[in-house]
């Protein structure tokens, strides 16, 4: 016991800055965006005005989320080797973000298929990045069909 | 730093008696919060400055983050993992 403490050590230093799970992927902002893309549908589709209230606040809600993940790919994700490989991303996210808000107020469906193509292209490089193979864990493979 | 360093190792550090080189696992303050203490790898030395970085490129934050560590910030060199027993070794 004396000698444990006598080694025990006086300092203490992390080895590791953050502890992020280290999952990343852009089909999350896409599954929200993409809620968007439906509710727009479905709110122009109804002449329920309770409905298209409602539709209206769950959008705006979908919308803020994609942009959350938008903006957890950018800031915690991506590195400096990413942008400077793939410099495009800079604004590929800062106007996706922007998209976001933009689809937060608008109740037309180009403005949500806007932001679709928005979140590939950032998709596209999140993959080129090598972002499937570093980010997420594997499917069995029965549910990869 | 896994799975060189884990969460609890008990690491012998030496100060510095020579420069540190590209490989070695030195203990530096935080540039961003000097009481911070942190232990990375050596990547590259170059005018009076360390650019260190983790293991784990992907969860690590190091000079990518917060630039180069001036010398003088670099506190030592980590020498020995003496605990626990099961991981005793060599990190030189």
Redesign the interface.
Known sequence: MFLTRLLKPRITASAHCDLPCGVYDPEQARIEAESCYKIIEKYNASSDEQFKTRAILIKEERAELAKHHIDVLWSDYFKPEHVQKNPEITELCWKAAKQCSKVKGSLDIADARTLLEMIDKIADVWTKAGGPQATRVAKAVAARA | ??PA?R?GD??LVSSLSRPPRVGEIV?VR?PRDPA?????RVAAVADGACTVL?DR??????S??FGPVPLANVLGRALLR??PVGRIGWLW
Do not use: F, P, Q, V
């Open positions: 730093m896994e360093l969460a008990w690491i203990l935080d911070n203490l942190i232990l990375k983790g490129l992907e969860e690590s934050t190091d990518r983050t003496y605990g």
